[in-house]
C-alpha cells in the first residue's frame, strides 16, 4: 500500500503550523524542563498520519489539513486541539515505534491520533521525562478532587477551573472538579516551599530576589581580589520605540556602583519614564557600550575577562593578568606553556573547597584562596520592575554561611559528587567546565544554591511518603498508592531539575529581557560564566521554585487533556535501540523516530546534570546511600546498585560520533555503524509492508552519509519519499529563520525488492532528466508565491529527489565502480545541481559561472552561505571553498551573535543594489575570470552606458549566465528582483515578466 506520506502532504501548510512553536508559541510542556532536540507537535501530527494513512486517503490537502487540526482557522497553535474523532477513529490500533524517542513529541502525538505507540530511550532522565509526559498525565487522568474557587485561586488553578469546567470566571465559594494530578502537584508544590522558607538552614539566606554571580580573582600584580565581570550591563531591554529599561554598572572608587537611568529619570521628573528616549550603543564582544540621554553622554564599561584570548584586567592596578602558572610558579604572560592563572586559579578553588566541606582546612582558608566567588549585584522585582543595587559584604558572607552548613552536612548522599565526564568531546562550548576544576556535580552550584537545591531534594522525598500515606487513606490499594506517589513526585523532581538549570554558575544574566536569568543550557551545553543568576526560591520569577511548578501546572493541563480522550495504548520502555530486549507489542506499522545525528549533543554527559537530582529525589536514603524508591529502574541496576552517572554506564553505548568517549573507555567505534547497527535492529520490529520515517536535522554532510549507510546500503532500504521540515530553531545566525540546505528534513524509507542496478556513466543524461521532472512537479505542489525568492526551497527538493532517485537502486556504479554511500551523496549533490540547470535550459561550461550559480542558488535571504551549506556547493562544482574565495565568489564574514555552537559564514560577493558602484565593487573583486568578467561589464554597459566588448566565445558564455539566471528566476529559484537578473533580463533583451 503506497502510504499518504509518499503521494504527498501539503508540506508548506504544515511547516507554517510548526514554525509558530519555535517561539511564543512552544507546547506548553517544553517549559517543564529543557531538552536539547524537540519536534513540533503539528509536524509530527501530520508525517504520522500520512505515513499510517492510504494514498488516497482524502481527495484535498484541505481535508487532510482539517482532520489533523479542527482549530486551525481559529488559532495558530493548532497542537492545542486534538484530532478529528474521525481520524482518531480511522487510526485507531495502528502501532508507531519511536526507537530515540527523546522528549516524547513522536509517541504523544501518535497516541493523539488515536495509535498504539511504544516510546523508547537509552537515557534514564529522558526515559523519566517520557514518563511524565506520555504516562501519568494517561494514566491519572481519571482521577478528579472537588476543590472550592478560593482553593484554585490560591494553589494558581483558576485556569485549570476554567479550562476543565467550561467557566470563564471562578468563584470563591463554588466547587469544580479538577484533574486529581495536577491538584496534587499544585498542594505538594506548596507544601515543600513551605517548609523551605522555614527551613532554619536557608532562613536569612536570600533578601533580594535575584543576585549576580561571578568569580574575583587576587591579582598577582597588586595583591587585591578584582571581580571578573562578563558583561557591566544590567537591563537593556528595548520597547516599542525606544528603551524600557536601561541600567548598567560600574567600577568605582574600589567597589561596584549602579547605573539606573530610569531611576534617574524619576528623580529628575519633568517627562514620561515609561520609555527612555535614549541612543545606545553596544559592543557585545567587548561587553560595554555607550548611553546618551538628555545631553548626556554614559559610558559602559567593557568586560575585564576574556577567557577565549586567556586574559584578564585588575580593576584596581589596571594590570593585564595573562600570567601562566608552570610547576606552580606563577610567570608574567607571553608564553604559552602551563596553565592560564586563572584556570589554574579556579582548579585550585575547586581541589580547596572540597577539602573544606571534608573539613580539612579551615574557612578562613578557603576565603584566602587565590579565586574565590563573589556577586555583583542583587535585584529586586516590585510591581513589574527590576530594581537594582550593588552586593554588599554582609550579601557575600551569607554566601559563606551556607558553605559552613554545607560542611555540618557533609558525607549526605543528597549532595551530588559524582564526577563528570573527563574527556573532551568536541562539541564546541558543550562540555567545556570541566577543564576549569569543576570536576564534581556539586561544584557546579555556589553554596547557596547547592544548599537550596539538597534541602529540596529531601522535601520532595518526604512529600512522596506523605502523599503515599494520602491516597492509602483514601482507599488506594498498596501498589496504585506508589503510582500515584510516584507520578506526583516526579513532577516534582523535575521543577526541582528545570530551578537547578536555571541557578548554578553556568546560568547567565541576559540584561536585554524582562526574564533575565538564562538557564545553563541556553548555549546547549555546560560552560564556564562570569555573571551567573541565583534566584531565590520564593520569588515569582524565572528560575524560582514558583516559576517551575507553575510550568509543570501549565503543562499537566495541556498533556491531560491531549491525552485523557484518545484510546490509545503507551509503552514507555528503558532499552537499547541496539538491543530492544525489553520491547513488546510484536511488530509495528510505522516505525518513526528521530536519531541521533553524530556528535551534534553529548546526551548521556550533560543530561547527566539533571540525573543527579533525579535519582536523589526520586530515591530512599538511608543516611549513608541511596536506596530504590520511585522508578527504580531508571536509577539502580539489575542486581540493585546505584547507577552513578549516565557517562559511565551507557556513554559507550549511545549511538554518537565522540573520539574524546571512544579513546577514554578504549573501544573502537564509529557513529556509521552504530547507527547501522541500531536501524538493523529496529527493522526487526517493522512489518513487512511498513514504512520507516526518520527526521534528520544532521548540519554535516558526513552524517547524513551515515544515515544513507544505515539506511540504503546496510540495511537494503530505499527513500521512497522526502521533505524539508520545520524543526527545532536553527541556532546559527546566518541561517536562523530561513530554510537551510542542511536543515530539517523528514524521509521515508521501504524495504527494496532487490537487486535494482543502475549505471551512471550510460544513463546520467535520463537521470538528470528524470530528477528534474520530479523537482517540476514538487515545485508547482509548492505554493510559494511568484515574488518570493525560493532558491534554497528548490534546491533542497532537487536533492531530495535526487537521493530517492539513487536510492531506489543497487549497486549504483560509475565509470565501473561500484559506489558507497559517500559517492552516492556526492552524486545526489552534482546531479540535483544539473537538474536546476536543465530546467534553466543551459549547460555552463566554466567552472567559475557554474560555481557562482550555484552559489547564487544555495545562498539564504541575506547573501550569506555557513559552512555546511557550502560543503554541498563543493561537491556540486568539485571547488573547494579555498578556490572559491581565490575566484572572487565568497569571502569570510562576521556576522555577530554568539560564538557557541556557530557555524563559520561566507558571504556570496553578489551586487545587492542596481548601481554602478556596487556592480565595480563586485567586479573587482571577480576580475580575471573571463566569463564573470564578460557578464559584469555586460552589467556597466547597461548601467554606465560604457561599450566594452567581450572576445565572441568568452560573451556566448555570459550570455548563457544570463540566460540562466533568468530562467531560474521564472521558476521562481531566484528572485525575479535580484540585480543579476533584473539586469540579465535588460542583456537579453527580454520583455518584463511577472
Known sequence: MTSLLESGIPIEAINEYSEVEKGPGRPPHWEMVFWWTRKPLAGARAVIAAALLPADAYSNPEQFLNDLFPCRRERKTVYQCNPSPRLVERLRGKKVLDPFAGF????????????????????????????????????????????????????????????????????????????????????????????????????????????????????????????????????????????????????????????????????????????????????????????????????????????????????????????????????????????????????????????????????????????????????????????????????????????????????????????????????????????????????????????????????????????????????????????????????????????????????????????????????????MQWNYGDVKPYSKGTGSWNNAIENIISSLSYLVFATSGSPSRFWVVLDDASELSKLEGGKFDVIITDPPYADDVAYSELSDFYFVWLKRALSDSDGAALRPRFVPEAFFDELGLEVRTQWERFAVREVSESVGRWEYFKISATFRDMLAKAFANVLRFLKEDGLLVTYYVAKKPESWAALVDALWRVNGLEMVAAYPVATESEENVVARGKASVLGGYVSAWRRRSGPKPLDLSAERDRVVEEVAERVDRRLRAVSSGAKKKNGTTAWVYAYLAALEYLTAHSPVTLGGLELDSEGLMRQAVAIAFEALLRKAGVRLSDPAAHAYLALRIMENERGYVDSDTLSHVERAT?????????????????????????????????????????????????????????????????????????????????????????????????????????????????????
Not at 402 to 424: F, S
Not at 917 to 923: F, G, H, N, P
Open 878 to 994: 568539485g571547488l573547494p571553498h579555498v578556490d572559491l574565495i581565490k575566484l572572487g565568489l565568497i569571502r569570510e564574514a562576521d556576522v555577530g551573535g554568539p560564538r557557541v555552537a556557530k557555524r563559520k559564514a561566507f558571504e556570496v560577493l553578489a551586487p545587492r543594489g542596481d548601481t554602478v558602484d556596487e556592480i565595480r565593487r563586485v567586479y573587482s573583486a571577480q576580475r580575471g575570470r573571463p566569463v564573470l568578467d564578460c557578464f559584469r561589464q555586460l552589467q556597466l554597459n547597461l548601467l554606465a552606458k560604457t561599450s566594452v566588448t567581450c572576445a565572441p566565445e568568452v560573451r556566448e558564455e555570459a550570455l548563457a549566465l544570463a540566460r540562466a539566471l533568468v530562467e531560474l528566476a521564472r521558476a521562481g529559484v531566484l528572485d525575479e528582483d535580484d540585480v543579476d537578473v533584473k539586469t540579465a533580463k535588460v542583456i537579453l533583451g527580454a520583455e518584463w515578466w511577472g
Open 104 to 527: 516524547g513529541s513522536i509517541p504523544l502525538e501518535a497516541a493523539r491520533l488515536g495509535a498504539d505507540a511504544a516510546a523508547v530511550e537509552l537515557l534514564p532522565t529522558a526515559y523519566v521525562f517520557l514518563k511524565a509526559v506520555l504516562e501519568y498525565p494517561k494514566k491519572f487522568s481519571h482521577l478528579t478532587t472537588e476543590i472550592t474557587g478560593r482553593e484554585a485561586k490560591e494553589l494558581g488553578l483558576e485556569d485549570v477551573v476554567k479550562k476543565f469546567n467550561g467557566v470563564k470566571a471562578v468563584a470563591d465559594s463554588a466547587r469544580y472538579k479538577v484533574p486529581a494530578l495536577i491538584y496534587d502537584v499544585a498542594k505538594w508544590g506548596r507544601w515543600v516551599l513551605e517548609q523551605l522558607r522555614n527551613d532554619s538552614d536557608v532562613a536569612g539566606l536570600y533578601d533580594a530576589d535575584v543576585y549576580i554571580g561571578t568569580w574575583e580573582v587576587k591579582c598577582p600584580v597588586c595583591g587585591r581580589y578584582t571581580p571578573l565581570v562578563g558583561n557591566w550591563w544590567l537591563a537593556r531591554v528595548k520597547g516599542k520605540t525606544y528603551y524600557e529599561r536601561l541600567a548598567w554598572m560600574k567600577w568605582e572608587d574600589g567597589r561596584i556602583s549602579v547605573v539606573d537611568l530610569n531611576e534617574e529619570c524619576r528623580r529628575q521628573g519633568g517627562g514620561s519614564c515609561g520609555e527612555l528616549n535614549a541612543k545606545v550603543q553596544t559592543r557585545e564582544e567587548e561587553g560595554g557600550g555607550s548611553v546618551e540621554w538628555r545631553g548626556q553622554r554614559y559610558a559602559v564599561p567593557a568586560k575585564n575577562i576574556d577567557a577565549r584570548r586567556e586574559t584578564a584586567q585588575c580593576l584596581h592596578c589596571r594590570a593585564e593578568i595573562n600570567h601562566r602558572v608552570v610547576n606552580g610558579k606563577i610567570t608574567k604572560g607571553g608564553r604559552r606553556d602551563g596553565d592560564w592563572y586563572v584556570k589554574w586559579a579556579l582548579r585550585q578553588w575547586n581541589e580547596l573547597y572540597e577539602k573544606y566541606l571534608r573539613g580539612e582546612v579551615t574557612l578562613e582558608e578557603l576565603k584566602n584562596a587565590s579565586v574565590r566567588p563573589t556577586l555583583l549585584a542583587k535585584v529586586y522585582v516590585k510591581d513589574g520592575d527590576l530594581q537594582f543595587q550593588p552586593a554588599t559584604q554582609q550579601d557575600m558572607d551569607k554566601l559563606w554561611q551556607a558553605a559552613e552548613r554545607l560542611r555540618r552536612m557533609w558525607g549526605d548522599p543528597d549532595i551530588p559528587t559524582e564526577e563528570l565526564w573527563k574527556y573532551h568531546m568536541g562539541t564546541a562550548g558543550q562540555l567545556s567546565i570541566w577543564t576549569w576544576g569543576f570536576n564534581k556535580f556539586f561544584k557546579l552550584f555556589n553554596p547557596r544554591q547547592l544548599l537550596t537545591l539538597v534541602k529540596l531534594v529531601k522535601l520532595i522525598r518526604e512529600a512522596g511518603k506523605k502523599i503515599e500515606e494520602d491516597k492509602l487513606k483514601e482507599g488506594l490499594n498498596k501498589e496504585e498508592a506508589l503510582k500515584y506517589a510516584e507520578a506526583v513526585t516526579t513532577y516534582l523532581a523535575i521543577a526541582l531539575t528545570n530551578m537547578s538549570d536555571f541557578n548554578s554558575i553556568s546560568s547567565q544574566w541576559q540584561a536585554t529581557a524582562w526574564q533575565p536569568v538564562k538557564r545553563a543550557f541556553a548555549m546547549r551545553g555546560i560552560s
